[in-house]
T-cell receptor, first 113, second 109 residues
Framework: GAVVSQHPSWVICKSGTSVKIECRSL??????MFWYRQFPKQSLMLMAT?????????EQGVEKDKFLINHASLTLSTLTVTSAHPEDSSFYIC?????????FGPGTRLTVT | RKEVEQDPGPFNVPEGATVAFNCTYS??????FFWYRQDCRKEPKLLMS???SGNEDGRFTAQLNRASQYISLLIRDSKLSDSATYLC??????????FGTGTRLQVFP
């Protein structure tokens, strides 16, 4: 199946700093990528849909100025968590669509201290 | 009401047992349905799609009842390697996957 990578796989940062997470489709081009967040013992929640060459579409309740998404090429989308706080600590997972299904990256575990 | 509801479990079953998971969804306009498997601290992986006619893949059988907005997954002859969290996923709109909180399965020797 298609391969999606994420980098870094885990990151620890101090409160107030920004963190960038990369999502790459390795063997296919993805015009659309998705960013999810999963808190412990909860379901994956879609944060935003990232479209190559245009602005991301954010789900209700997700602050677009805090979670900056850039989809500059057909194989790369980035999520930047700006001014991170401890409540942003979570498991962030991206996915990329290649018909007929979505393929998920391995996730990035963010811990904000 | 949550869009997708699942019994969180855990279901603790011995090897060889048959176990069934249920899921209900609230949006009657949902078009596509899936079961994903998620291992601890890993990304979800597609287990199987779910069709109204029901479908089977080896030891796994999935059923969809649109009238009741109900989805099921049956696992026969459980293996230790089946231990994971099983996520019910519904697509009310194209590309938008709505995940349930998952049902945890633990298979013991």
């Amino acid at each position: 199946g298609a391969v999606v990578s994420q980098h870094p796989s885990w990151v620890i940062c101090k409160s107030g700093t920004s963190v960038k997470i990369e999502c790459r489709s390795l063997d296919f081009q993805a015009t659309t990528m998705f960013w999810y967040r999963q808190f412990p013992k909860q379901s994956l929640m879609l944060m935003a849909t990232s479209n190559e060459g245009s602005k991301a579409t954010y789900e209700q309740g997700v602050e677009k100025d805090k979670f900056l998404i850039n989809h500059a090429s057909l194989t790369l989308s980035t999520l930047t968590v700006t001014s991170a706080h401890p409540e942003d600590s979570s498991f962030y997972i991206c996915s990329a669509r290649t018909t007929p299904e979505q393929y998920f990256g391995p996730g990035t575990r963010l811990t904000v201290t | 009401r949550k869009e997708v509801e699942q019994d969180p479990g855990p279901f603790n079953v011995p090897e060889g047992a048959t176990v069934a998971f249920n899921c209900t969804y609230s949006n009657s306009a949902s078009q596509s349905f899936f079961w994903y498997r998620q291992d601890c601290r890993k990304e979800p992986k597609l287990l199987m799609s779910v069709y109204s006619s029901g479908n089977e893949d080896g030891r796994f059988t999935a059923q969809l009842n649109r009238a009741s907005q109900y989805i099921s997954l049956l696992i026969r002859d459980s293996k230790l390697s089946d231990s994971a969290t099983y996520l019910c996923v519904v697509t009310p709109f194209p590309d938008k996957l709505i995940f349930g909180t998952g049902t945890r399965l633990q298979v013991f020797p």
